[in-house]
């Protein structure tokens, strides 16, 4: 099994993963790479890979600090969490048809529990800006952050490209960075919301307490299993995926002001609307 990894990223550097660590190559390395890998390759050369493009891919993206947490801050991220979850089930479901008419079944059965182990995620989010105290379908309509669209847009893409190898890196970033949020950012995000207010159940899913655990580590053993060209492939998606999810929106963060108006402008939750007449006009 190969050791030894490499990857092209789009900005013209060349990633390389041995079971110990990543590095960029400087072009004064002993084991320079030649032509395609090969494989299959170790699950601890994988992890370093991948994890080596999705820092990478941090780095580049990195603007600054992220606006304060506040009720409304998480509103406008709970509905990002909704925008990227409600897509990901169809298009992992129509990779694992894609994979399968290619013969490639081992790629086909992981987009294909994919779809399964994400359906539903959108409707914690719902229920998370419900618990805000908005309601969901209103809220969404109007809170559309422009990284959790263009995350949507890059997942249809990949799974739309002549191969749909990329939902797989897409799918590793996310988690991977999801693993960051542990218990203790979660213990900070309840603290910036009313008292009471129970509204981290995508968040959960989604971090170091969550399912994402065993997801990372799932993909990096069908990665690993893959053909060179496969895991270089995966890993270009994981570090491009990263830089987009990082990177602050090109207008930059939506302030304060703004996003109040937004917020102010939606109409209460159902249960608090009066109840409408009925056509003999009593309530």
């Known amino acids: 099994m190969a050791t030894q990894q490499w990857a092209w990223l789009a900005d013209g550097r060349l990633l390389m ?11 004064t390395d002993v084991d320079d790479p ?3 890998m090969q494989g299959p390759a170790t699950p601890a050369s994988t992890a370093r890979l991948l994890d080596g493009a999705v820092a990478l891919g941090q780095r580049a993206a990195h603007g ?8 409304a801050r998480w509103a406008w991220r709970l509905a990002g969490y909704h925008h990227t979850t409600t897509v990901t089930p169809g298009c992992m479901a129509a990779a694992a048809d894609r994979f399968a008419a290619a013969g490639r079944c081992a790629l086909a059965g992981w987009a294909r529990a994919k779809a399964v182990e994400e359906d539903g995620h959108d409707v914690l989010a719902r229920r998370d800006l419900e618990a805000l105290g908005y309601d969901a379908d209103a809220a969404l309509a109007v809170l559309r952050p422009p990284t959790a669209l263009a995350l949507a847009a890059r997942l249809r893409a990949a799974v739309a490209a002549d191969d749909p190898i990329g939902c797989v890196g897409y799918a590793y970033a996310l988690e991977r960075l999801a693993l960051a949020r542990g218990a203790d950012y979660i213990a900070r995000v309840e603290a910036a919301l009313p008292t009471g ?24 053993e069908l990665v690993a299993g893959l053909t060179g060209p496969e895991r270089a492939a995966v890993a270009v998606s994981a570090h491009e995926t990263a830089v987009l999810c990082c990177a602050p929106p090109a207008g930059g963060h939506l302030d304060d002001e703004s996003l109040g108006r937004l917020l102010h402008s939606l109409p209460p939750p159902r249960h608090l609307r009066p109840a409408a007449a009925t056509a003999g006009g009593r309530p």
């Open 34 to 36: 030649a032509g395609p």
């Open 197 to 220: 207010v129970r509204a981290t159940r995508c968040l959960r899913v989604h971090s170091a307490v969550g399912s994402d655990v065993k997801h990372v580590r799932e993909t990096i």
């Open 64 to 71: 600054g600090e992220p606006p304060a947490l506040t009720p």
């Open 17 to 27: 993963a041995s079971d110990e660590r990543a590095w960029i190559h400087a072009g």
